[in-house]
């Protein structure tokens, strides 16, 4: 799966992140079908997948949370606090932040 950052092109969902959350840092990429948000804040990331044709199947979660969890630093998160919540046409992957690395 490849992952495409269509961040210009959602310049308004951005803004509004920034502006209403506690995010620091917001990029949008897209894999086919599927639209992932990656959330940065100072305690926690968060990766939204969002799929409107259809339900997003456990191996593109996988595929795409280690994706991202490759991007950050060693010892920056728990791998045991890493929670994954699916509902039909949306998966939500939250990422706790260790003490050290969110100061």
Same mark, same amino acid.
């Given at each position: !799966?490849? #992952?495409? $950052? /269509? ?5 308004? =969902? *951005? #803004?509004? &992140? =920034? ?5 620091? =840092? *917001? ?8 639209? /992932?948000?990656f959330t940065s ?5 968060? %990766?939204?997948?969002? $799929?409107?044709? @259809?339900? %997003? @199947? ?5 595929? %795409?949370?280690?994706?991202? =969890? ?8 728990d791998p045991a606090?890493?929670? *994954?919540? &699916? !509902?039909?046409?949306v998966v939500e %992957? ?8 969110? @100061?």
């Amino acid at each position: !799966m490849k #992952l495409i $950052n /269509v961040t210009n092109s959602h310049s308004r =969902l *951005v #803004l509004n &992140q =920034l502006e209403n959350t506690d995010a620091e =840092l *917001v990029k949008v990429y897209t894999a086919g079908d599927t639209t /992932v948000i990656f959330t940065s804040a100072p305690n926690h990331n968060e %990766i939204l997948l969002i $799929n409107k044709k @259809r339900n %997003i @199947r456990p191996t593109e979660v996988e595929e %795409i949370k280690n994706y991202f =969890l490759k991007k950050l630093p060693d010892g920056s998160y728990d791998p045991a606090t890493i929670s *994954v919540i &699916q !509902m039909p046409e949306v998966v939500e %992957i939250s990422i706790k932040k260790t003490l050290s690395s969110s @100061r």
